[in-house]
């Protein structure tokens, strides 16, 4: 088990509000503590080596983010999809609904499809 993802577990999913923060100065402008998780979950994220196990795949879909990081959900994604084989479409979809992010499930959902689609 990679540490990174072993990171990410322990994390949980990422708070929101990561591509609204705007700036210091701003009213609503996320506390120290966030902005700390957000850098931890983003530097864990960047660590990870692909192709991960089923056993990751399984964490990281429970840990998903929410709502857009600044292309940290697509290296998530890809993450996730290292797991992904031909033959294993089906087991692949029901990891899918296992998400805990409807953004991220729809992108993963949408992915399958069309490289179903694609195939045909």
């Given amino acids: 088990m990679q540490e990174a ?13 990561f ?4 700036f210091p100065e701003d009213e609503g402008f996320p506390s ?5 998780l957000w ?5 864990a994220a960047d660590s990870i080596t692909r ?7 399984e964490i990281l879909i429970q840990c998903c983010p929410t709502d857009h990081m600044s292309g940290i959900e697509w290296t998530v994604l890809h993450c996730i999809e290292s ?9 692949f979809r029901k990891l899918i609904e296992k998400c805990n ?3 991220m499930k729809n992108m993963l959902s949408e992915r399958l499809r069309n490289y ?5």
Avoid at 32 to 36: A, F, Q, S
Avoid at 39 to 43: A, G, L, M, R, S
Avoid at 51 to 57: K, L, Y
Avoid at 116 to 120: A, G, L, T, V, Y
């Fill in 5 to 17: 993802v072993l990171k990410i577990q322990k994390l949980g999913v990422p708070p929101e509000g």
């Fill in 19 to 22: 591509e609204d923060a705007g």
């Fill in 32 to 36: 120290d503590e966030i902005l700390d």
């Fill in 39 to 43: 850098e931890e979950y983003q530097d």
């Fill in 51 to 57: 192709p991960i196990t089923w056993e990751e795949a």
């Fill in 83 to 91: 797991v992904f084989v031909p033959e294993g479409a089906e087991n």
């Fill in 101 to 103: 992010s409807d953004m």
């Fill in 116 to 120: 179903i689609n694609n195939r045909e």
